[in-house]
């Protein structure tokens, strides 16, 4: 069964530290990747996602990640947190053709020290 | 609308009643999710529908939850026989074309 991993349950950085969540991924065929943030009291928005093309993928708010294929993995990282980023990031996956549902990580806190 | 509208946003109901609740998708938008997130978990999914019908109900986890759609728009899932254990924020999402979906801020669902 598809099935997403999130390294890190709960992570403290101090602002303008550097950022790195981790997320691999269980699914033999085309894959479809998403990042989503939950900041307190607020419902998931998108951050960044993959369909294909360039692995490195910008989104909002500084976010980028990297698609990695031989490691079934697709990292967030961030150069320099901001207190304003501490929320809950999730990493999911689309399965089952072009309007599949997504199969999400058990998330990551993010706790950004001012 | 502008968003997915998702009510009640909170539901407080006692072991063994049914409830409703009920995802108003952005207009247009074909396909719509729901799923179920507890605490410290990230969302879980339940069911989706393409248009009026289910096109995959395999996160439903058993026979007392139920949903439809009966325009193509708006959905209910509805839960029978609630247990202590359905406690959850129930959510709600809609896509149009597969490429991104629109969360709603969810139903957070007690069951005492």
């Known amino acids: 069964a598809q099935s997403v991993s999130q390294h890190n349950h709960h992570v403290i950085l101090s602002e303008a530290a550097s950022l790195e969540l981790g997320c691999n991924y269980s699914?033999?065929?085309?894959?479809?990747l998403f990042w989503y943030v939950q900041y307190p009291g607020q419902h998931l928005q998108l951050l960044l996602k993959?369909?294909?093309?360039?692995?490195l993928v910008k989104g909002i708010k500084g976010f980028e990640a990297e698609f990695i294929k031989s490691k079934f993995s697709f990292n967030l990282r961030k150069p320099s947190v901001q207190w304003s980023d501490t929320a809950e990031y999730f990493c999911?996956?689309?399965?089952?053709?072009?309007?599949?549902?997504?199969?999400f990580g058990k998330g990551t806190k993010l706790s950004v020290k001012p | 609308g502008a968003g997915v509208s998702q009510t009640p946003s909170n539901k407080v109901t006692e072991k063994g009643k049914y409830v409703e609740l009920r995802c108003d998708p952005i207009?247009?938008?074909?396909?719509l999710y729901w799923y179920r997130q507890s605490l410290g978990q990230g969302p879980e999914f339940l069911i989706y529908?393409?248009?009026?019908?289910?096109?995959?109900d395999s996160g439903l986890p058993n026979d007392r939850f139920f949903a439809v759609r009966p325009e193509g728009s708006v959905s209910t899932l509805k839960i029978q026989r609630t247990e202590r254990g359905d406690s959850a924020v129930y959510l709600c999402?809609?896509?149009?074309?597969?490429?991104?979906?629109?969360f709603g801020s969810g139903t957070r669902l007690t069951v005492v």
């Open positions: 529908f393409q248009g009026t019908g289910a096109a995959d």
């Open positions: 999402a809609s896509s149009l074309r597969g490429n991104g979906y629109t």
């Open positions: 999911a996956v689309k399965v089952g053709g072009s309007q599949g549902n997504l199969i």
């Open positions: 207009s247009g938008h074909t396909a």
């Open positions: 699914y033999g065929g085309t894959v479809n």
């Open positions: 993959y369909f294909s093309g360039d692995p």
